[in-house]
């Protein structure tokens, strides 16, 4: 009886053990998707910033879709 207990108990540990390790990858990796999702958001913003920094300089003109897209062409077009 006592035997049994005991090997119930080292296979909720293993259990357990076995869990613990998977949510640590589970956080490691969502900590890496957190990171690179601040850095997009930075990049928006500053895209932003931009964005409203040429409207105001424009005099309150909001540039349209079509000048946008020539504005920010690529240099091989």
Known sequence: ???????RIEELLAHQE?????L???A???????????KHVFRLQDKIGVLEDET?????????ATEIAARDK???Y
């Not at 009886?1 to 090997?7: A, F, L, T």
């Not at 490691?28 to 601040?38: A, F, N, P, S, T």
């Open 74 to 76: 690529p240099p091989h």
């Open 1 to 7: 009886m006592e035997h049994e207990k005991i090997n």
């Open 56 to 64: 105001h300089a424009s005099g309150g003109k909001s540039l349209s």
């Open 18 to 22: 076995r869990q613990i390790q998977e």
């Open 28 to 38: 490691v990796r969502q900590g890496g998707e957190i990171d690179m999702l601040k």
């Open 24 to 26: 640590s990858e589970v």
